[in-house]
């Protein structure tokens, strides 16, 4: 169970405002994409949700309890970067169990973790190779299935495919669709891509200049822009 409200977050970096006002509410087991062009804040706005960064003015609450107040590795949130953001050094299987050995699981429980997330992501035939002998996308899987092992109540996803050429995306999409209707859990996915926020979301959040613009349904939005800019961005004329 996760319920993520931000009330009035604000986040400037010196001089520079780049968050105003941001007023979210994230049911659990929503499908939030975060849309909107390069620079706009997406990613400082999704770091705000991780409690990677504080905002400058606002609170973001996570069941209830304000996310800074939590100690990372209680807050059942796990990110995935589009960079991968693997250790090289470390065999994939390494790389998955690294989190769970540093909050002492079980082997027992890290193994069956392993297993079931490899199972999920076709990852099986390469947990003794190291990132460096992996393709982009088996990258980028390993790096989704470090996320699934923590078995946490969100996922936040930052572009996690913009590293992946054209056909490859596509089927990734699929793939994180799927993954979403079998866990169900809570997922914040951010991407410059309308064509991959109106795939993907239950629910986008249109972002321009560090303001959300509008919030609804992929239908809602290509149905009834609320303005120019978002008609433009989401493709439906206005
Ligand atoms: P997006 O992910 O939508 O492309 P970002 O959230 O990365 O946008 O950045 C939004 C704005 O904030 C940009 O102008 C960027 O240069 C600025 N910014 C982001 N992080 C920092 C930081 N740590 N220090 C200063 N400026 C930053
Ligand atoms: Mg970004």
Known sequence: MSRITLEKVCKSFGALGVL???????????????????????????????????????????????????????????????????????????????????????????????????????????????????????????????AIVRNPTAFLLDEPLSNLDAELRISMRAELSALHDRLRTTMIYVTHDQIEAMTLASRIVVLRKGRVEQVGTPLDLYNRPANRFVAGFIGAPS
């Open 20 to 146: 105003h006002d941001i007023d979210l509410d994230i049911r659990d087991g929503e499908f939030v994409v975060f849309v909107g062009p390069s620079g706009c804040g997406k990613s400082t706005l999704l770091r705000q949700i991780a409690g990677l960064d504080r905002p400058t003015s606002g609170e973001i609450h996570i069941d209830g309890k304000l996310v800074n107040t939590v100690p990372a590795a209680d807050r059942g949130l796990a990110m995935v970067f589009q960079s991968y953001a693997l250790y090289p050094h470390m065999s994939v299987r390494q790389n998955l169990a690294f989190g769970l050995e540093n909050a002492r699981m079980p082997r027992a429980e890290i193994d069956k973790r392993i297993a079931e997330a490899a199972r999920m992501l076709e990852i099986g035939d390469y947990l003794e190779r190291r990132p460096g002998q992996l393709s982009g996308g088996q990258r980028q899987r390993v790096a989704i299935g470090r």
